[in-house]
């Protein structure tokens, strides 16, 4: 009875050492990348021609600049303690992701259509083909060039990864899915009907993978950049395969980015109730109902996480994802805590207290004006 006891304690072992390792390569090694990138390109969004694109640019980047840095946290799960190359694309992607959705807000004659063309960038700045004319519906459009920097600054470095020519393919297909970003910002009677009509796209094209899923729970999935920081971070692995690639694609879609966006709309239902924002966990009939399949799509992410190589260091990348969402103010609410309980439960893992207590406290610090630093555990922004 004690072999199977320490047997079955032997993962949750392993994810408390790859928290330690993974923490520390974040702070002393990739950090300091992170923060030069994320510098380089504020100087860049400086020069933006456009007053307007260059003040939301900038503004960006300010309100956003953790979330990219927070994205840079996947390259402590790779093989290699230091690869300027893979930092340098994971940031230009998720500083991509973050501007786009800055644009996509703002009003437009079809948002639809002119979201869609933004967001075909992060495609682009993923794959080999020619470029899309993103601004091709956008209002205005002089940005001195800044987005093409950032999607050749993604193209240049990402293929510079040794493995990435097996991860391209997987990595364009998750990147083609953010697209359903710039329906998310579309009035509230466009953008539901949308949405529907996306998800039986999305479920005719990977039936395999997303299961049981609701149209909204794959809109969810849709709208985060996970599953691409994952494979651009495993594509630095010279041992990663096509089929490595596959593996981890079908981890990150749909359930460990739909938690990941389900949980900001915990967080955030009460105020997207209020301002008529897209909230996805609000289309759950009920509480309990709500409460059950969260529970049900952390197991599945979590399960999905261990399943994979150095499977301990996505376990960690969730657990701190969740802690993240769960340690906001707005998931303290009546309605939010019995979702946040499930999911902190159902996720299972030693890392998830420890993170909690870091969480929690760095909260209370920054609630006193002690701590204006966002933590290592900032999860990429989920574009609702």
Same mark, same amino acid.
């Given at each position: 009875?004690?072999s199977v006891?320490?047997?079955s304690h032997? /993962?949750?072992a392993?994810?408390?050492?790859a928290?330690a390792?993974?923490m520390?390569? =974040?702070?002393?090694?990739?950090f300091?990348?992170?923060?030069?990138q994320l510098?380089?390109?504020q100087?860049?969004a400086?020069?933006?021609p456009?007053p307007?694109?260059?003040?939301?640019a900038l503004a960006?980047l300010?309100?956003?600049?953790?979330s990219a840095?927070?994205a840079?946290l996947f390259?402590?799960?790779?093989p290699?303690r230091?690869d300027?190359?893979?930092v340098?694309?994971l940031?230009?992607y998720?500083?991509?992701?973050d501007?786009?959705d800055?644009l996509?807000?703002?009003?437009n004659?079809?948002?639809?259509?002119n979201?869609?063309?933004l967001?075909?960038?992060l495609?682009?700045a993923v794959s080999?083909?020619?470029?899309?004319?993103?601004y091709?519906?956008?209002?205005?459009?002089?940005?001195?060039g800044?987005?093409?920097?950032?999607v050749?600054?993604?193209r240049?470095?990402?293929?510079?990864?040794? #493995?990435?020519?097996p991860?391209?393919?997987?990595?364009?297909?998750?990147?083609?899915r953010n697209e359903v970003?710039?329906i998310?910002h579309a009035?509230?009677?466009?953008?539901e009907?949308?949405?529907?009509? !996306?998800?039986?796209t999305?479920?005719?094209s990977?039936?395999?993978g997303t299961g049981?899923?609701d !149209?909204w729970e794959l809109?969810a999935?849709?709208?985060?950049?996970?599953?691409v920081l994952?494979?651009i971070? #495993?594509?630095?692995?010279?041992a990663t395969?096509a089929?490595t690639a596959?593996?981890?694609?079908?981890a990150? =879609? /749909? !359930?460990i980015e739909?938690?990941?966006?389900?949980?900001?709309?915990?967080a955030?239902?009460?105020?997207?109730l209020r301002t008529?924002?897209?909230?996805f966990?609000s289309h759950y009939?009920?509480?309990?109902?709500?409460?059950?399949r969260?529970r049900?799509?952390t197991?599945r992410?979590?399960?999905g996480?261990r399943?994979?190589?150095r499977?301990?260091?996505h376990v960690?990348l969730?657990?701190?994802m969740i802690?993240?969402h769960?340690s906001?103010?707005?998931a303290?609410?009546p309605?939010?805590?019995?979702?946040?309980?499930?999911?902190?439960?159902?996720a299972?893992?030693?890392?998830m207290?420890l993170?909690?207590?870091?969480?929690?406290a760095?909260?209370?610090a920054?609630?006193?004006?002690?701590?204006?630093?966002q933590?290592a !555990?900032r999860?990429?922004?989920?574009?609702?």
């Amino acid at each position: 009875m004690r072999s199977v006891a320490c047997a079955s304690h032997g /993962p949750r072992a392993r994810e408390i050492a790859a928290l330690a390792l993974v923490m520390a390569r =974040f702070w002393v090694v990739v950090f300091p990348m992170a923060r030069t990138q994320l510098r380089a390109w504020q100087r860049r969004a400086s020069g933006i021609p456009d007053p307007i694109l260059r003040a939301q640019a900038l503004a960006t980047l300010k309100s956003e600049r953790l979330s990219a840095a927070g994205a840079a946290l996947f390259a402590a799960t790779a093989p290699r303690r230091r690869d300027p190359e893979l930092v340098r694309a994971l940031i230009a992607y998720q500083v991509i992701c973050d501007y786009l959705d800055t644009l996509a807000e703002q009003p437009n004659d079809d948002p639809i259509r002119n979201g869609a063309h933004l967001h075909r960038a992060l495609a682009d700045a993923v794959s080999d083909g020619p470029l899309t004319d993103h601004y091709a519906w956008h209002e205005v459009h002089d940005d001195g060039g800044y987005l093409a920097a950032l999607v050749a600054a993604c193209r240049e470095s990402c293929a510079r990864l040794p #493995a990435y020519e097996p991860v391209r393919r997987a990595a364009t297909r998750e990147a083609s899915r953010n697209e359903v970003q710039g329906i998310n910002h579309a009035p509230a009677g466009v953008r539901e009907p949308a949405l529907r009509t !996306w998800a039986v796209t999305a479920h005719a094209s990977d039936e395999a993978g997303t299961g049981d899923a609701d !149209w909204w729970e794959l809109a969810a999935a849709g709208s985060s950049s996970l599953a691409v920081l994952a494979l651009i971070a #495993a594509a630095a692995d010279p041992a990663t395969t096509a089929a490595t690639a596959e593996q981890v694609r079908r981890a990150y =879609f /749909p !359930w460990i980015e739909a938690l990941s966006t389900l949980l900001d709309s915990v967080a955030d239902r009460e105020r997207d109730l209020r301002t008529g924002e897209l909230n996805f966990v609000s289309h759950y009939p009920t509480q309990a109902a709500a409460v059950e399949r969260l529970r049900e799509v952390t197991v599945r992410a979590i399960s999905g996480a261990r399943g994979l190589p150095r499977g301990e260091r996505h376990v960690v990348l969730v657990a701190g994802m969740i802690a993240m969402h769960v340690s906001e103010a707005g998931a303290s609410l009546p309605w939010a805590q019995p979702a946040t309980r499930a999911v902190v439960r159902a996720a299972d893992t030693l890392a998830m207290p420890l993170l909690l207590v870091v969480l929690r406290a760095w909260r209370r610090a920054r609630s006193r004006g002690a701590m204006p630093v966002q933590p290592a !555990w900032r999860p990429a922004r989920s574009g609702s």
